[in-house]
């Protein structure tokens, strides 16, 4: 474990470590040292893949109960395949909505980032009224995750993604407030990184999810 | 933005996930791979939602169809939102990504395999599993192969002598009191009684002739006697009379046991014409059959005809029970019964006898336990070959 290592961003260096660093060493690792937005970037990017491994769990645990119905109904006769058409395309939109802020915010365009961020919003709280729609609906039927295995891993797996959905809504109205108060600042557009980072791997999530909980459910 | 962040930005040998290229800060190329990302999308989802509805694709490969789409829609998302490439800028990201994805599929591959496994071995025929909820996976039991055992049995012997004509009769067969089992060639007894009817009526046509010149005789001594002529020539006729009629009656008394003989000889050849006519003399099952077409048979073998069990509401089963399991066993125990021939259905029983045997070399069978079972549809047949199990305490 070296200096170099520890650095987070010249940034840093420059501030905390360069009285203690002979002007050698700093200038070789000035030379070769990823930035801050990088290794922050890499960071979260691992953070998100340890997430997928999560919800790989939640999948497999879906795929081994999903026949266990205990004379319950199935995921044929409970899902309605065009609620779930409307979700996936809310979400595809929004998670390019949300590619396009990132675009505005490097232009430091308050119209497009703002603008791009206000689509986000509305199309993942579309996507997640419809979906609490769905499994309150199941609720209120009798047909919630205490009824049989197959519910029990369908209310996990969907619901885990739902909750990601509304902390990534929160995230995303923090994310606006802080580049309405403190302008398109490195640091913030760290964060702003990160954030559609994890937007987009949601989105990606809710492909394997739509496909092997909807798609291929309907066809059993 | 500052002027080192800038600096940052343009970092030749990293891209953060989720950047473009940074040499290259075009926004109209950005803004081109995030539309290109969200048409292909769309295409990609817009197929997999119609192929699962479809019928036009042969339904099995639908579902493999789905994965595939699935797969590369995430590679879309990857490539044109996430920007994970196959730059060299991009290696540390991509490299963290297969690590992940490995992950993923060790752990999906893995559950799936192990637990399809676990499914497949775990799978208990329902009579088994029922068997163990009605004995309770805790009681601990005895179990050993036996025999239906008759209630009853009927050995049918030959009482004539004959060469066997048809056997109507085999093992297994229900019979009824009088039902005939086997023939036997009855020529020779047809024969007998023809000849006897013919001599019994030969001697009571004589009998009967007899008989006439008697009462003919009796009328001609009481006519005489009756007459008021008593001169001697009269009474000597009278005499004579008298004589006739006594030789007649003597004649008579010694042909009427001549008859009953004769009657009862031609009794006897029916009775044996009958006895050539093998019945059953009971209801009942033929467990045994030791006779075949065109044998001769003579009265006083050794091995019956056939033997029948008798029907019974009653069925016993004996087996046979190791010495280690003897002494878990006790009269009055109960015993679940299952036949091959009725599978998956029990006949519930209990221990009536336990009857000790001398332990054979090679053998530790030590004792015979006799379970008595009611049986009132006949199922339990004798000589059926059964598995009983004693619930023992």
Redesign the interface.
Known sequence: MTYVDTAV???DL?SDLAHSIPRRTLGYAEG?L?????V???G???FL??D??MF??F???Y??LVDNTAGGPNGRELFN?TSV?LE??CL??S??AC??A??GA??RSNVWFHGAMAATFVLGAAFLTLEVRELGGLVAQGDGPTRSAFLSAFFALVGCHGLHISVGLLWLLTMVAQVYAKG???DI?RRN?CF??FW??L??VW??L???V???G??Q | MSLSEAKNHLHPADTAPGDQRVDRLDIFEELKSYLLGLGLSILLTATAFFLSGTSLVWGPSIPVALIVLAIAQMGVHLVFFLHITTAPDSTNNVLALAFGVLIVVLILGGTVLIMATMNRNMAVSAGTMRMHLENGLGTRGVTARGVVAPAALEAIVPRVSGVVQSVDCDVKTKVKAGQTCAKFDAHRYEAVVAEKTAEVKSARALLEKREADLSKAKADLERREASPDRRPSARGATDKARAAFEKARNVVEAEKPKVGELESALQNAELNLGAANIVSPIDGIVVARNVRLGQTVAPGADTPLFVVAANSDVAQLQISLRASDVGQVRIGDKAVITVAAYPGREFSGEVSQILPVQPTGGTDLAASVIITAPNPDGLLEPGTPAMARIVTK
């Open positions: 961003g010249r940034g420059e070769d990823a930035s801050k937005r990088i922050v970037g890499f979260f990017w691992v893949i340890s997928i491994i790989s769990a999948f497999a645990a795929v081994v395949l058409a996936t395309g595809l939109t998670s390019f590619g396009v990132s675009i490097r232009l398109y600042r490195a557009m990184l559609s980072l987009h791997a989105d990606i492909v394997a739509f496909t092997v909807y798609l291929v309907m066809r």
